[in-house]
Structures are given as C-alpha cells and as structure tokens.
C-alpha cells in the first residue's frame, strides 16, 4: 500500500523508478530476472512502449512507495514467441514491483531542456483552447523559490489577473514561452533552469504597485542559486485577430492599433513593450498592397 496515495499515479510520458523481481508460475516460481539482486532499480518512461505492454498498464494505476504483483498473460508480456532462453513461448510472468518513486516534469517544447513543466490541472478543452499570440488570458499565478525544507517562498502572487500573452512588458520572456504552450482551464507548474529566462531587468512595473507591493511583484528575484518556479492556471481567453484570415484593410486597421498602443507605451518610458508594439505594426502591413489608398496609409504607418 502506497503510503503517499494523494500524489496519484504516474501519468503518460513521466519517468518512473522500480524495483522488481521476475518469475514464472508455471514453473514453480522460477525466477528470471531481478532488480533487487543488482540492486539496481530499472527506470524507463510510462506509456511509451519501452517495456511489455503488462507494465504500461500495470505500473500506470500504482502509487508511489506502492508493491504488488503484476501477473501479465502472454500477450500482455513477451508474446508466443518468448525471449528465449529465459522466457518461454506464450509464457505468463509474475512480477514483484515497487514504485519507487516517477517524475512527471518534462521539457517544454521549443525551451531547449532550459525550461520544465509539470501539469497539475489538465485543460478539457481542445485546440481551440490552446493560448495563443496577444491572446488576452485571465490568469492566477505565483512566482517563488524552494527553500532547503521544502518551504515555498512567494516572490508574487496574483489572482484572477488580465494579461496578453507574448505582448505584455509587466512579464519575462520564461513566463509568456510558459502561457503560450497553455490551453485555458489547465494549471501547471514550470521550473525555470535559465536565468536568461528570467531577466526581470526591463520590466515594467506601475510606481503604485512598487510602492504598495515592494516584495511582492514581477521584479522579485530569487536568492542567487536558487531556482525560480512559476506556477499558472489559465482561467479565461479573448483570441487575438490572426493574420493569415485577415483583409487588407484589417492588417492596415491592425498595425495602425499597435502604433498607437506603441506609442502610449513609449511615453510611459516603457519602452521594451513599445518596441515589441512597433515590431508588431511593421509584421501586420508587411504585405505587398494593391489598392492605391491602403499603399498610401503603409508608407505612412512606415515612416511614423
């Protein structure tokens, strides 16, 4: 009996651990195989065919510290052929497993192993649901450290908070590479392994937020040499306009709104948000524009 049952079972793609030793009923308990005698615990990634399709199954419905006989039928095992010489054809296998223990971060895709994320809360919702570029997300989320006793440190912690993803200056690159591999009613946890991640130099903060939260806002680093760790849940989304659907005269109307909201930023003194307006301005209109009058309003979007 797992003596850790809230933690829950190994979910697909997570790498667990196990201890096991290997017999055949059929002859009388004949042992084949055993970690125990190596002492050697065999690790592999659950769900993903690295092992008989008796353990894919099995060792995905135990709990951590949880040992059990796993008796898999041949097809669930090593088939009618065997593995000879130890395991005969259409051979039945008992096998004495503990979980030892299973680890569920996995990289985040296109983060290059500097980023990890585990999912705490899966989202029900399909594609559509995927957050996407300056998409307006409704988001709770914290930012903190791990401390040597296992204690969580809050760096900032805010709910039910409006942001846009990949276009918003108030958060670091790490945390909009996180939102956007998100789909809305998911929470997951993301353990940032690059500082470069994490520049928290030219981020924006409103002087009224500094003032009243000066230990707990988005600029709050960790101690040197302590991992950073953010934690989000998506709650709601508004999706962007996307280009590839758009009319000339929307990519015209587009691009025009980022130069005003970039311009807005850039008398605030923001300007790391006012740039990445203006970028967006120039990617909307750079198309080629037939119509005399939307040529005209390019140049002048240009030039301004």
């Known amino acids: 009996e797992s003596k850790e049952p809230e933690l829950g079972s190994p979910p697909t793609n997570s790498k667990v651990i196990c201890h096991y030793t290997g017999t055949l009923p059929d002859q009388n308990d004949e ?19 690295q092992v008989i399709k008796g353990w894919d199954i099995g060792i995905a419905s135990m709990k951590k510290g949880e040992r059990c006989i ?15 010489p130890r395991i005969p054809p259409k051979a039945t296998l008992d096998f004495d497993v503990e979980l030892i223990e299973w680890d569920d971060w996995q990289d985040l895709s296109g983060a290059e192993g500097s980023i990890s994320r585990k999912i705490v809360v899966q989202s029900d919702g399909g594609m559509d649901d995927q957050v996407g570029e300056d998409s307006k997300v ?17 760096l900032c912690e805010r709910k039910k908070f409006d942001m846009i993803c990949e276009d918003d200056d108030r958060f670091t690159d790490g945390f909009h590479k996180c939102l956007k591999d998100m789909k809305v009613g998911e929470k997951s946890l993301f ?12 981020l924006w903060i409103d002087d009224k937020e500094m003032k009243e939260q000066e230990f707990n806002n988005n600029k709050v680093r960790a ?12 709650h709601e989304q508004v999706k962007a306009k ?15 709104n980022y130069k005003t909201d970039g311009n807005a930023l850039f008398k605030q003194t923001r300007y790391r948000g006012a740039i990445g307006k203006y970028d967006k301005a120039l990617d909307w209109i750079d198309v080629d524009f037939i119509e005399e009058d939307l040529k005209k309003k390019k140049i002048e979007l240009v030039i301004s």
């Not at 898999?72 to 088939?79: E, F, K, L, S, V």
């Not at 930012?143 to 969580?152: F, L, M, R, S, T």
């Open 31 to 49: 042992k084949f195989d055993s970690s125990r005698d190596r002492n050697d615990p065999f690790s592999f990634k659950i769900g993903t065919s």
């Open 70 to 84: 796993l008796r898999c039928a041949y097809p669930y095992a090593y088939g009618e052929a065997g593995s000879p």
């Open 191 to 202: 353990k940032i392994k690059d500082e470069s991640y994490i520049n928290t130099d030219d």
């Open 223 to 234: 101690p040197e040499g302590k991992q950073t760790f953010y934690e989000i849940m998506v």
């Open 138 to 154: 409704n988001i709770t989320y914290r930012i903190y450290w791990v401390d040597k006793e296992g204690v969580d440190n809050i």
């Open 242 to 256: 996307e280009k590839w659907n758009a009319t000339n005269e929307e990519r015209i109307e587009q691009g025009t």
